[in-house]
């Protein structure tokens, strides 16, 4: 059947290219396409030839073994078996890559058998190593167990050591301690007490342990030892040296060359003492910061040292002040400055001598410096609690506060002089309290029941003298500084310390007659020389007290001096004497930086009364059972009550001064528009008001003779007013205040006088008659006479009055804000 297949495909290949029905004709393109492919392949193999002999020889062959060809079937074979060579010649180098693989395949295999053999004598060595490894293990271990045993052991050992080492040193420590050579000032000394406390501080801190009470008793008992033996190195070398300061001295000398001769041998006989105790001193303060025991022996030591130095330097510094005493008996000042400095030098002298052996203060050098300074208290006070003077006493008190005080203890950076402090602070507190009783005192003789001598009260004639001595100065060309030292020269020296209080006094270059102090009235010049002193010696709080006091006592005596001057000369000086003192105890007291108000408790009766004339009104029913019981409400309603003022010495001297200046502002207008006013008054009270003109004292020409007496007046009487003005108050801006109410007032009655007319139906005639003046007309007569004052001749001698420019205290400067009148036209001063 392969056969007949065979034939039938070589039967239909034959048809292909028939010339006849061909099954596949190819085209003549495909037949030159197959023509070149055997070219090419003939031309292929001839190159191939060429290059490689191998080959040409391998083609040669084939083309010995290609058949001739003949027929179809022919071609078909030799190309099938052509094809098959090929494919075979192709898959050569797979089948030789394939052998290759099956070769390297094969030593794989091999070589993993050869791994597999390998790790199994691997495994086998590991299982003996770990077999090895673990024996190596659990020796290391029993190692390091019977290491760790053997640490523990030997710790436990150590420390069983370290712990007996605190009891086994009893016996030591005591042998040492009661060892002949032991000396205390020694650093093996040191050495067995740091031991010692070492040990005491161990038992107590392991107080559970079986025998450490017994222990702890030992050492208590040697540390006892210990500091006994301090205790008595240190009071023996104290005492060495106190019996070396103390030794008889040679009686031919003199108390002060004792003295001289124990300031100069007992500072040195401890000083070289000194480093004897200054190591067991410190080993002890050391110690004292954290045992109390040790903290009790340094305040023995402490306190044996102060009494030493207290039977050294106690007689010493009392023969001083008793020697200062008797060199300044009459000398109080002197004495408190020579008593102050020389315990200033004995107590930083006894903290010097202090620090060569302590470290820290104590309170027993506090005690010994204290008792030492009490010497100074015990010494003055005797003397300042007599003392009278109060120049004396404030002094004393400047001395005490500035000089010691201040400048010397509060400045001192050691605290040395903190005693010294102590008692001048209660020597200055027996001062004030001396001074404040004296001030009293001399407030109420000098000052409130002071009796003027007529020399005090020659009011204006003392300020015309001294402006008649000051215009002959000035006329004799002296400098202005000579004049003023000229004027002044009568001043006392309580005057100048006065006019130290305000600085702007002290610059003026020229003053008035009265300006002087020497021509104030003693009352005022004393009252601010007091305060002048008490400012700086007193307390704030005290000075106010006694400055409103003072104040007040002040005032009520320039009113009784007033009261005199107006009694023997006018009411005029009276009143300017008054205005003029006031107004310089106003100016004097304002540099005083202190409040002078002070709160003064009463008790208010007004109560009582109330109660008691109920309790007169209900006699029935003062045993009352009801409600309405008349005693009980007496027992309630009858309490006095406390009430609380406040005093204020400056708006009470504001409001004298104010009620002096409208007496005056009144009198002076009196003085001038007397008949006006009491023409007014009349007027005023007569009623209907049409008919007075039908009244005698009303007609037109009574009147025109008050107008006319009215301008009499004042062209008689303005110019002395003024003149007066000028003498007491020196001021133009004062007297320029005072006058301007009083001019105010007469142009106004001048003005009702005119109205009263008017509305009393005077005729044109009636008017012309009167010729009462226009306002315009009285202040242009007014200034008229004012001038011709000023330019008159009007002073003693026919000279003129040389007005100083220097500005006085004036009214306007006690004006205030809370107070401030207005000007009326019935007197009142604009204050």
């Known amino acids: 059947?392969?056969?007949?297949?065979?034939?039938?495909?070589?039967?239909?290949?034959?048809l292909w290219e028939g010339s006849d029905n061909?099954?596949?004709?190819?085209?003549?393109?495909?037949?030159?396409?197959?023509?070149?492919?055997?070219?090419?392949?003939?031309?292929?193999?001839?190159?191939?030839?060429?290059?490689?002999?191998?080959?040409?020889?391998?083609?040669?062959?084939?083309?010995?073994?290609?058949?001739?060809?003949?027929?179809?079937?022919?071609?078909?074979?030799?190309?099938?078996?052509?094809?098959?060579?090929?494919?075979?010649?192709?898959?050569?180098?797979?089948?030789?890559?394939?052998?290759?693989?099956?070769?390297?395949?094969?030593?794989?295999?091999s070589l993993t058998d050869q791994i597999d053999a390998t790790m199994a004598d691997l495994n086998k060595l590991s299982e003996q190593y770990e077999l090895v490894s673990n024996k190596t293990n659990a020796l290391h271990i029993m190692s390091e167990q019977l290491l760790a045993d053997q640490n523990k052991l030997s710790s436990i050992g150590e420390d069983i050591k370290n712990r007996l080492h605190y009891f086994t040193q009893v016996e030591h420590l005591s042998q040492r301690l009661n060892s002949p050579t032991m000396s205390v000032n020694s650093e093996t000394f040191f050495i067995v007490l740091a031991k010692i406390d070492e040990c005491?501080?161990?038992?107590?801190?392991?107080?559970?342990?079986?025998?450490?009470?017994?222990?702890?008793?030992?050492?208590?008992?040697?540390?006892?030892?210990?500091?006994?033996?301090?205790?008595?190195?240190?009071?023996?070398?104290?005492?060495?040296?106190?019996?070396?300061v103390l030794s008889p001295t040679?009686?031919?000398?003199?108390?002060?060359?004792?003295?001289?001769?124990?300031y100069a041998v007992y500072f040195g006989k401890f000083q070289a003492a000194a480093p004897k105790l200054k190591l067991v001193i410190s080993e002890i303060e050391k110690r004292a910061e954290v045992n109390t025991e040790y903290a009790h022996v340094l305040s023995e030591v402490q306190q044996a040292y102060s009494e030493r130095r207290g039977r050294v330097a106690g007689a010493a510094a009392a023969a001083a002040l008793a020697a200062a005493?008797?060199?300044?008996?009459?000398?109080?000042?002197?004495?408190?400055?020579?008593?102050?400095?020389?315990?200033?030098?004995?107590?930083?002298?006894?903290?010097?001598?202090?620090?060569?052996?302590?470290?820290?203060?104590?309170?027993?050098?506090?005690?010994?410096?204290?008792?030492?300074?009490?010497?100074?208290?015990?010494?003055?006070?005797?003397h300042i609690i007599h003392i009278n003077h109060l120049e004396t006493l404030a002094e004393l008190c400047v001395i005490l506060r500035v000089e010691v005080i201040e400048e010397q203890v509060n400045t001192d950076p050691r605290e040395a002089l903190r005693a010294l402090g102590g008692a001048a602070r209660a020597l200055l507190q027996d001062a004030q309290e001396r001074l404040v009783f004296r001030a009293h005192v001399h407030l109420r003789a000098d000052v409130l029941h002071y009796r003027a001598a007529p020399g005090d009260l020659a009011y204006p004639d003392k300020l015309e003298m001294m402006e008649q001595i000051a215009l002959s100065i000035q006329e004799q060309s002296l400098?202005?500084?000579?004049?003023?030292?000229?004027?002044?020269?009568?001043?006392?020296?309580?005057?100048?310390?006065?006019?130290?209080?305000?600085?702007?006094?002290?610059?003026?270059?020229?003053?008035?007659?009265?300006?002087?102090?020497?021509?104030?009235?003693?009352?005022?010049?004393?009252?601010?020389?007091?305060?002048?002193?008490?400012?700086?010696?007193?307390?704030?709080k005290v000075f106010q007290g006694l400055a409103q006091e003072a104040i007040s006592l002040c005032v009520q005596s320039i009113d009784n001096a007033a009261q005199q001057i107006s009694a023997s000369r006018t009411s005029i000086d009276g009143e300017l004497f008054q205005i003029k003192h006031l107004l310089i105890l106003r100016e004097q007291i304002a540099p005083f930086q202190v409040d002078f108000v002070i709160k003064e408790t009463v008790l208010d009766f007004s109560n009582v009364k109330n109660a008691a004339y109920g309790l007169i009104q209900k006699p029935r029913q003062i045993f009352s059972l009801n409600t309405n019981n008349a005693l009980l409400e007496f027992l309630l309603e009858g309490t006095p009550m406390v009430k609380e003022h406040l005093l204020d010495s400056r708006k009470e001297v504001d409001r004298q001064l104010k009620a002096c200046c409208e007496m005056f502002i009144k009198d002076a207008t009196e003085l001038l528009a007397g008949?006006?006013?009491?023409?007014?008054?009349?007027?005023?009270?007569?009623?209907?008001?049409?008919?007075?003109?039908?009244?005698?004292?009303?007609?037109?020409?009574?009147?025109?003779?008050?107008?006319?007496?009215?301008?009499?007046?004042?062209?008689?009487?303005?110019?002395?007013?003024?003149?007066?003005?000028?003498?007491?108050?020196?001021?133009?801006?004062?007297?320029?205040?005072?006058?301007?109410?009083?001019?105010?007032?007469?142009?106004?009655?001048?003005?009702?006088?005119?109205?009263?007319?008017?509305?009393?139906?005077?005729?044109?005639?009636?008017?012309?008659?009167?010729?009462?003046?226009?306002?315009?007309?009285?202040?242009?007569?007014?200034?008229?006479?004012?001038?011709?004052?000023?330019?008159?001749?009007?002073?003693?001698?026919?000279?003129?009055?040389?007005?100083?420019?220097?500005?006085?205290?004036?009214?306007?400067s006690v004006q205030e804000k809370e107070e401030k009148p207005t000007i009326e036209p019935t007197g009142s001063a604009n204050v």
């Not at 393109?29 to 060429?50: F, M, T, Y």
């Not at 005690?367 to 208290?377: I, R």
């Open 1 to 14: 059947m392969d056969n007949m297949s065979l034939k039938e495909i070589q039967s239909k290949l034959l």
């Open 675 to 812: 008949p006006l006013i009491t023409y007014i008054e009349k007027a005023q009270a007569f009623t209907p008001i049409e008919q007075l003109k039908s009244q005698p004292w009303a007609t037109p020409e009574e009147t025109a003779t008050v107008v006319k007496e009215a301008q009499k007046r004042i062209k008689m009487h303005l110019a002395p007013l003024q003149r007066s003005m000028q003498l007491y108050l020196a001021n133009k801006e004062t007297e320029f205040i005072l006058f301007r109410p009083i001019r105010n007032n007469v142009v106004g009655y001048f003005v009702q006088i005119e109205q009263t007319l008017t509305n009393a139906g005077y005729s044109y005639e009636d008017t012309l008659i009167v010729a009462c003046p226009t306002p315009e007309q009285v202040s242009v007569f007014i200034s008229s006479a004012s001038l011709i004052s000023h330019n008159e001749p009007v002073l003693p001698y026919g000279k003129k009055r040389k007005t100083s420019t220097v500005r006085k205290p004036s009214i306007a």
């Open 479 to 540: 400098k202005r500084s000579d004049s003023r030292n000229s004027m002044v020269s009568d001043i006392s020296a309580t005057s100048q310390e006065v006019a130290n209080i305000n600085v702007d006094a002290q610059r003026r270059p020229q003053a008035s007659p009265a300006d002087l102090h020497g021509m104030w009235y003693p009352a005022v010049r004393r009252t601010l020389a007091a305060l002048s002193r008490l400012y700086r010696c007193l307390e704030k």
């Open 325 to 382: 005493a008797r060199a300044h008996r009459r000398d109080h000042c002197g004495l408190l400055r020579a008593a102050c400095s020389l315990l200033a030098h004995a107590c930083r002298d006894e903290c010097a001598l202090y620090d060569h052996f302590f470290q820290r203060t104590s309170p027993a050098l506090e005690e010994y410096l204290q008792s030492l300074c009490n010497g100074l208290y015990e010494t003055l006070r005797p």
């Open 22 to 109: 061909a099954l596949a004709p190819l085209t003549s393109d495909q037949r030159e396409a197959i023509l070149d492919l055997e070219a090419l392949i003939l031309g292929g193999s001839n190159e191939v030839k060429e290059e490689k002999p191998q080959t040409k020889l391998s083609n040669n062959k084939e083309n010995a073994l290609v058949p001739s060809v003949d027929t179809t079937y022919e071609f078909l074979e030799w190309y099938e078996s052509l094809c098959n060579n090929t494919i075979k010649a192709d898959d050569a180098p797979y089948e030789t890559y394939y052998k290759q693989l099956e070769e390297r395949r094969n030593e794989c295999v």
């Open 250 to 262: 040679d009686e031919d000398q003199t108390d002060q060359e004792t003295i001289d001769t124990a």
């Open 200 to 244: 005491l501080d161990y038992m107590k801190n392991n107080n559970t342990f079986k025998e450490s009470h017994t222990y702890l008793v030992k050492y208590r008992h040697l540390q006892n030892r210990a500091i006994s033996l301090i205790r008595s190195y240190v009071t023996h070398v104290l005492n060495h040296a106190t019996e070396q």
